[in-house]
T-cell receptor, first 114, second 114 residues
């Protein structure tokens, strides 16, 4: 079982719709959770992070965390073609210790259709 | 922009040759990381550094070595490149402390080993 799992997609949504991206993780002691956006040929860009159970909103983005279910999601409201990218879920497992390293999922490719 | 540059941005080399990739940061961050990104595997940690001359191995360190003689520079060396090391390499820095720290990535180096 991979430590961080994402549906690789591709996920297609029409412009203006809500895109829902999901991620599950295996380390129950994980403490911090991150969503990165990566455009083709570019480096990952941090868009959201969440530490506590519940929802965290930032503009059109909402991160949702459920530690009991070991599940983190990213909702993108009013999706735009410019949101088309690969979205990487990253988790800081408790085993990272002082290294503070992240474990990444393989990413979900999102396409927003005009 | 996390003040990170990587050089070279692209490199083609032959099997068996040594290769050194450079990561340079301007913000005096203590922690620096080297990841590789391959299709289907997401980002995987190669090595990291927690200070000058302080480094440690990550998940996929075989065939790689690192050095950090100055705070601003973190070098990744492939002593004898193999085709399996064809990948995109990203350097990252850690900002913040405690549970709120986050990682930011450089622009990446695309390495092809023939």
């Amino acid at each position: 079982q991979k430590e961080v799992e994402q549906n690789s997609g591709p996920l297609s949504v029409p412009e203006g719709a809500i895109a829902s991206l999901n991620c599950t993780y295996s380390d129950r002691g994980s403490q911090s959770f991150f969503w990165y956006r990566q455009y083709s040929g570019k480096s990952p860009e941090l868009i959201m992070f969440i530490y506590s159970n519940g929802d965290k909103e930032d503009g059109r983005f909402t991160a949702q965390l459920n530690k009991a279910s070991q599940y983190v999601s990213l909702l993108i409201r009013d999706s735009q073609p410019s949101d088309s990218a690969t979205y990487l879920c990253a988790v800081r497992p408790i085993s990272s210790g002082s290294a503070r390293q992240l474990t990444f999922g393989s990413g979900t490719q999102l396409t927003v259709l005009p | 922009d996390a003040g990170i540059t990587q050089s070279p941005r692209h490199k083609v080399t032959e099997t068996g040759t040594p290769v050194t990739l450079r990561c340079h940061q301007t913000e005096n961050h203590r922690y620096m990381y080297w990841y590789r990104q391959d299709p289907g595997h997401g980002l995987r940690l190669i090595h990291y550094s927690y200070g000058v001359k302080d480094t440690d191995k990550g998940e996929v360190s075989d065939g790689y070595s690192v050095s950090r003689s100055k705070t601003e520079d973190f070098l990744l060396t492939l002593e004898s490149a193999t085709s399996s090391q064809t990948s995109v390499y990203f350097c990252a820095i850690k900002r913040g402390t405690g549970s709120t720290d986050t990682q930011y990535f450089g622009p990446g180096t695309r390495l092809t080993v023939l």
